[in-house]
Antibody, heavy 120, light 110 residues
């Protein structure tokens, strides 16, 4: 059974940093793209970043709203994906979901999400 | 990259069929067959319902189907059931190698 468990969410002040973790099991991690998607309170889904697996493993893409502040990475030996978030802003507040898929365009499985609150 | 355009809400009675549209551009929906649809119930994580425009993952009811014409993709749900009441999101891969979501459509089963 595919499982993704996010952790690391917290209440932080604007300008501070936070690192999210996505611990996975039940699939061949290295073959899958890993994606972070967020959802602000009461709002829709927003794509944040993805990191490819398979033949293009390690290549990354970011939404314009987080490019230069967030970094996605992966450790295939531990089956964990990360999201390093720097210079956090109030508008970064929301639930952050980790997803996996054979390609970045399809999030086949989702975690339960971790809450990030940016507030002074 | 602007969000894909979805109707804010749709509704239908049990047993009826409904269609949710997802309008993009020649740089996303119209460019690739990489459109996905997700279902989200309140307080839950989204679930993949359709990928690559028309493909249903294993375990998803065949009452759900996807299609595309030009820059607009569509999700059709036939034989509406109470459990289908949820918010539906489309997403597309883009020319810039990024992803973009639609704003979401609230489906009400009357």
């Amino acid at each position: 059974e595919v499982q993704l468990v996010e952790s690391g969410g917290d209440l932080v002040q604007p300008g501070r940093s936070l690192r999210l973790f996505c611990t996975t099991s039940g699939f061949t991690f290295g073959d899958y793209a890993m994606t972070w998607v967020r959802q602000a309170p009461g709002k829709g889904l927003e794509w944040v970043a993805f990191i490819r697996g398979g033949t293009n493993a390690g290549t990354t893409e970011y939404a314009a709203s987080v490019r230069g502040r967030f970094t996605i990475s992966r450790d295939d030996s531990k089956s964990i994906a990360y999201l390093q978030m720097n210079s956090l802003r109030i508008e970064d507040t929301g639930i952050y979901y980790c997803t996996c898929g054979h390609s970045p365009s399809k999030s086949e499985s989702w975690g339960q999400g971790t809450l990030v609150t940016v507030s002074s | 990259q602007s969000a894909l355009t979805q109707p804010a809400s749709v509704s239908g009675s049990p047993g009826q069929s409904i269609t949710i549209s997802c309008a993009g551009t020649t740089s996303d929906v119209g460019l690739y067959n990489y459109v996905s649809w997700y279902q989200q119930h309140p307080g839950k994580a989204p679930k993949l319902m359709i990928h690559d425009v028309t493909n249903r993952p294993s375990g998803v009811s065949n009452r759900f189907s996807g299609s595309k014409s030009g820059n607009t993709a569509s999700l059709t749900i036939s034989g509406l059931q109470a459990e289908d009441e949820a918010t539906y999101y489309c997403s597309s891969y883009t020319r810039s190698s990024t992803l973009v979501f639609g704003g979401g459509t609230n489906l009400t089963v009357l």
